[in-house]
């Protein structure tokens, strides 16, 4: 967590790029091309992401710390989105960003080492080492307890990467489960002392450890009493822009030294020609370094200098 | 789930052969040829996954009403492995085995509509419908609640398919979240009513709905308890084998028809050759075969007939 820390300082930006590129957002004249070159079908549509993903990446890279790819968008187009998520996570790594992949995966023993080898880490051919997908840092479910998150904590000291667990999510049904009080805590509360639990030997210069929480902006005051509660957990914040949240609500993620926590836009960045007076989907990566500059100095104006 | 109910009855089966592949399982014959034809890289490896898979599903389709490919065995060898996953999942349905993918996914809103496309789905190429992976049935986790369900039941309702949700997982430290006391029941226990809950429009002749609940075998007398109250929720059991459960611990999950639930086993048959006397890997599909009707005779000696 300690390298985005610093990028974050670096760029004094706290905020990361969601790619979940739908083919509904990608301009037509790069769908054309693709379809052209591949045919209409998930190859042609897959490589239509890689090429969206690509612009975006080269019009953020100097200004945004990290990428976070959705998985669930490269997987609706087979096998060969899930290659256009490779493609992307190693094209915004060559660019220097932090990649979050937000995969939520969750499972227990050898099945979790293998979404930590997947992810973050390399798999084994027979004594030769290959990264499969090898993203920064992973986003994962703790509804199955230590078990589940144990191999990746490995993976996070040997190879210095990150998971995101679950907490609070951003949408209106989080509560169903995640409000409900265990004793005196609620399962989001257990759930966020589990995170503290879980990173307390992988803690970098900055006092955040290797194993973050995802909280949500939707819900502004959990994330301040968050923040007081779990001093060691980094946050990645979903819920920025298009799911309602703006800079006042997501301003309690942060200590402060104005660290603490990441926040995403996704819709907001990709989508942001569609906003603009006057844009055209021709214009797509330089609106989206518009949106990216107004979301960084909208956060900035409420957490001011930012020092690791 | 009545496709899957009908299948196990018409064996007289209610079990499922797990596909978790990792290389290490593979006979070397396999992997040589594989590596000799691609390389030995990761579409080499992922070859040898689905070649291994295809031998065993050739010899349990005619006995073993399913197959569960976990997701993460795939993911580790990249999108090669992915390409695999899908390959495996269509040659089983063509073989008529019943296909749940363990993907254990979720998500909230667009993006559990876009993972539901994925798995069990098609998905939009501007007017056309691409099937992606097309399961019948994927493992999810409803730690967000409704948001990240929903999506999924319209896809049961409308393309005859089926989730199962996490509720109580076969792993050691399972109870650090889901045995926690809300109110007077347990996490899993309200994960239960939720599934209850979730699949109350779409039950089918059996009575059971789309929305099945993952229920491990290592806890048995959570298992009875579960069946009583979740009426119509069909369980996924895990556990049994190589975990360490048997026929004895998995009989609670039946009803009095002799259905109610479908026992996986993954290692303790695709690397059956590896403990029988005098077997070779070159025997593996065959041992496959021999411990699949060990399994299917041992839990039909404790559960009976089974009548839909």
Redesign the interface.
Known sequence: MQRLIEKIVEYQNPTVAGL?P??AYVPSFI?EKCFEKYG???EG?AQALFEFNKALIDALCDIVPAVKP?A??Y?????????A??QTIAYAKEKGMYVITDG?????????E??A???LGA????G?E?E??SADALTV????????INPLLKICADRDKSVFV?VK??????????D????DKT?YE??GD?CENWGKDLRGASGYSAVGAVVGATYPEMLGELREKLPHTFFLVPGYGAQGGGANDVKFAFDKNGIGAIVNSSRGIMCAWSKEEGSSEADFAAAARREAIRMRDDIRSVVGKMKA
């Open positions: 979940d739908k083919l769908k209409k079908n998930l549509a959705q669930a968008y997987e609706m187009y087979g096998w060969q989105g899930v290659k998520l490779a939520k995966r969750n499972d227990i023993g050898t099945t979790m293998a979404y080898a997947a992810h798999t084994d051919l027979e030769e290959v499969a997908f479910n703790g509804y199955l307890g230590s078990d589940g679950l999510t951003s949408n209106p049904s989080s509560g169903e489960l995640q409900k009080k265990i004793d399962v257990t759930m589990m």
